[in-house]
């Protein structure tokens, strides 16, 4: 068969623009979104620029711990495990002195030092994690939360390595069969085996207009607010207290304060 | 053909193992999935307030994609919020919107998804009704 350049450049001009029509009507024929449906937030929805953290350390007794964790952990479905390096965690209790190792006072009162403090997820300005996250399971929202996408978390654990604050946890075991008892509250999904899971802030507590479980339930010893408005509650706790932060100096910058009352 | 017998009992056993799905279903029709929707949720509403958030049609062909889109707006974008095209409001969740009406799982969803051997993963984290259970 003889063709010469002319036929030749004719039928692949004609084959491209055919083709090219072929992908945007097969394109169309797969477009199934109703047209008149659309979304938007519930209007009663907390927005904030940078949601943070203000924990009254002079307000946390044993029994405050005890019912925020508790309250956290029931509300989230999150496992309690026996075994310490399969633990999950979003809130929990640490001794001062090992959340604060930078705090190298050698004559630091007893009772302070061995006392124990609230810690969770610092929902950081600069989060190491989302910077190290492969697939955006892991990303900042507009709020500033560092949110979880559990659908898209493929486990890999390098937002557990980045995380200077050990605010992460691996499920190695499915979380349903490590506790039977899990599914405490029906209207939050549990997590399945091989995602990291960690403190979301509350996110869902927040599109309904209500502040976080923990800081509801711990009678004013955490106070949850906009870091970014200068008239919010925590910026005033802030302007007079005295606070310290987790780890300032590794340029996260953590959204969660403690205060001394 | 050297040892031919051999060879041609072989095939014989061979395609005769192979085809065994074949002469095993023939004949047999697997009843066509019937998705139940008379949950007591549902027939709790007035006869007119009984359908779905979009047309029965849309939700049979583009149900997933739908659930696809919502788990991306309310997880990464913060809307929790489906305006319907008749204009009414519904909460985007699976477990708590979906689920309250069409809380029989078992007749609802896995009637088709074992039909068609589709087996999403939706319920390795998301809690599934009760009811189904007992």
Known sequence: MSMDRRTFLKIAGI???????????????????VEASSITRNSEALIGKRW????????????????????????????SVDYEKHEIKWLWPE???HAFPEQEDEYLAEDIKHSYVP??????????????????????????????????????????????????SFNY???????????????????????????????ERLAKGLEPTCVKESNGALIFGDLDDP???????LDEHYSIRRKPELGTK???????? | MYDGWKIILGVIIFIGLMA??????????????????????????????????????????????????????????????????????????????????HSNKKEFCDECHNYTAVSPYCWDCHIEPKENEL
């Open chain 1, 173 to 203: 075991k499915d979380p349903r069969k490590l506790d039977p008892k899990l599914e405490k509250n029906p209207e939050f999904p549990t997590r399945m085996r091989g995602v990291v899971e960690k403190c979301t802030l509350c996110y």
């Open chain 2, 20 to 101: 065994f799905p074949i002469y095993y279903g023939f004949g047999k029709a697997t009843p066509p999935p019937d998705p139940k929707v008379d949950t007591p949720e549902i027939m709790k509403l007035p006869e007119s307030e009984r359908k779905c958030i979009e047309p029965k049609d849309f939700m049979k062909t583009a149900h997933m994609k739908m659930l696809d889109d919502w788990r991306d707006w309310v997880v990464r974008d913060g809307m929790t919020v489906f305006i319907a095209s008749d204009g009414k409001q519904y909460t985007m969740s699976l477990q708590n919107t979906c689920m309250n009406c």
């Open chain 1, 119 to 168: 810690l969770l997820c610092n929902h950081c300005d600069n989060p190491p994690c989302v910077r190290v996250c492969p697939t955006q399971a892991t990303f900042k929202r507009e709020d500033g939360i560092v949110m979880m996408d559990m659908h898209r978390c493929i486990g890999c654990r390098f937002c557990m390595a980045a995380c200077p604050f050990g605010a992460r």
């Open chain 1, 15 to 33: 084959s491209t623009v055919l083709g090219v029509g072929g992908i945007s009507a097969g394109a169309g024929l797969s477009k199934n979104v």
């Open chain 1, 52 to 79: 943070g953290m203000v924990v009254d350390l002079s307000k946390f007794d044993d029994e405050t711990m005890k019912r925020v964790v508790e309250a956290c952990h029931r509300e989230h479905n999150v496992p």
């Open chain 1, 254 to 261: 953590p959204s969660v304060y403690y205060i001394f009352g």
């Open chain 1, 231 to 237: 008239n919010s509650e925590v910026r005033k706790i």
């Open chain 1, 95 to 97: 001794k001062f002195e």
